[in-house]
Each structure stands twice: as structure tokens, then as C-alpha cells.
């Protein structure tokens, strides 16, 4: 079953990138749905959404361990979120749903070669579908804690510049 919930995540998605709209989200949600229900019947032990969303972060932490592939995420998730949004929003083959597609494909791209030729795992949401909404937060995370240790040092640079002097 987790196979062809699987296919049907990548049909929604394929479907979005033909400019199919409701039948996308209606295929990818149905995808999404029926995989949940599978990891939840594979872990009947976890309770309550808390402790589900925890176990989705440990989980897309541990199957992101590649500093190649973490850079490609980093960069590919806000294309892929970027794009999608602008496929649901543009009509259909104007300018900005081109373009939309193209950051779409491109940031689908570099996250799949991340996993193929770097981690050299399956993306994470073909084992746990929560990753869909924990792989951007995990991401968007990383990015706030590198500008903010940049921060941190270029303040503590400019502390030990001060007390050089």
C-alpha cells in the first residue's frame, strides 16, 4: 500500500506541474493521508501530535546527515515550497506559472540528487509523510541558526577587536 501512496504523492505533484490544481492537491492529500495512516499503524506506540512531530525532526535529522545534501535542501525546499505556491496561484502557462514549474523541478532536482549521489537514502517522506511539513521547518531552523551563530561571531569579532584595542 505504501508504494502506491507513494506513486500517488508523485502523481499529485506531476499533476500540479501539468497544471492541474484541486485534482493535485486532492491526489497528493489522498497520498499524504493513506501513508500517515500507515506509519501510525507501524507506531502505534506514539501518542498525541507532540510526540508524532518529534519523532518526524529525529527522523529528518537522521536521514540528512550529508553536509552536500543538507546545502542542497537548504536550497531546494524554499524552491520547491516557492514554486508550488506559484503553480496553485498562476493561471496556467503564463510567465509566472513557468517559472513557478521551473523552481518546482529544479528544487525537486537538487533535493533527489542529494539523496541519490550524497546521502544515498530515499527522501525522507517515503518513510515517514510527516517530513512534507518537518523537512521546511527542520530547514528553515538551520538557516535561522546559521545567520544567528554568524551574528554571534561576528559580534564576539568585534568584542575581541574592541578589547584588543
Same mark, same amino acid.
Given at each position: 500500500?505504501? !508504494?502506491?501512496?507513494? =506513486?500517488?504523492?508523485?502523481?499529485?505533484? /506531476?499533476?500540479?506541474?501539468?497544471?492541474?490544481?484541486?485534482?493535485?492537491?486532492?491526489?497528493?492529500?489522498?497520498?499524504?493521508?493513506?501513508? #500517515?495512516?500507515?506509519?501510525?499503524?507501524?507506531?502505534? #506506540? &506514539?501518542?498525541?501530535? $507532540?510526540? =508524532?512531530?518529534? =519523532?518526524?525532526?529525529?527522523?529528518?535529522?537522521?536521514?540528512?546527515? !550529508?553536509?552536500?545534501?543538507?546545502?542542497?535542501?537548504?536550497?531546494? *525546499?524554499?524552491? *520547491?515550497?516557492?514554486?508550488? &505556491?506559484?503553480?496553485?496561484?498562476?493561471?496556467?502557462?503564463?510567465?509566472?506559472?513557468?517559472?513557478?514549474?521551473?523552481?518546482?523541478?529544479?528544487?525537486? &532536482?537538487?533535493? *533527489?540528487?542529494?539523496?541519490?549521489?550524497?546521502?544515498?537514502? =530515499?527522501?525522507?517522506?517515503?518513510?515517514?509523510?510527516?517530513?512534507?511539513?518537518?523537512?521546511?521547518?527542520?530547514?528553515?531552523?538551520?538557516?535561522? #541558526?546559521? &545567520?544567528? /551563530?554568524? *551574528?554571534?561571531?561576528?559580534?564576539?569579532? $568585534?568584542?575581541?577587536? $574592541?578589547?584588543?584595542?
Amino acid at each position: 500500500m505504501a !508504494n502506491s501512496d507513494t =506513486r500517488k504523492l508523485a502523481g499529485g505533484m /506531476g499533476l500540479l506541474m501539468t497544471g492541474g490544481k484541486m485534482s493535485a492537491l486532492a491526489m497528493f492529500g489522498s497520498g499524504l493521508k493513506s501513508l #500517515e495512516e500507515d506509519w501510525r499503524g507501524r507506531n502505534p #506506540e &506514539v501518542k498525541g501530535f $507532540k510526540e =508524532r512531530w518529534n =519523532r518526524a525532526l529525529e527522523f529528518y535529522d537522521a536521514t540528512h546527515q !550529508n553536509s552536500v545534501n543538507r546545502a542542497l535542501h537548504t536550497v531546494g *525546499i524554499p524552491m *520547491i515550497l516557492g514554486g508550488a &505556491v506559484g503553480l496553485l496561484l498562476s493561471p496556467r502557462l503564463t510567465p509566472p506559472w513557468l517559472g513557478s514549474a521551473g523552481l518546482f523541478a529544479s528544487g525537486w &532536482v537538487l533535493n *533527489i540528487a542529494g539523496h541519490a549521489v550524497f546521502e544515498k537514502n =530515499r527522501p525522507a517522506f517515503t518513510d515517514d509523510p510527516l517530513s512534507f511539513v518537518a523537512g521546511p521547518v527542520w530547514d528553515f531552523k538551520r538557516m535561522a #541558526e546559521n &545567520v544567528s /551563530g554568524r *551574528i554571534s561571531a561576528r559580534k564576539a569579532g $568585534k568584542l575581541a577587536a $574592541k578589547t584588543a584595542n
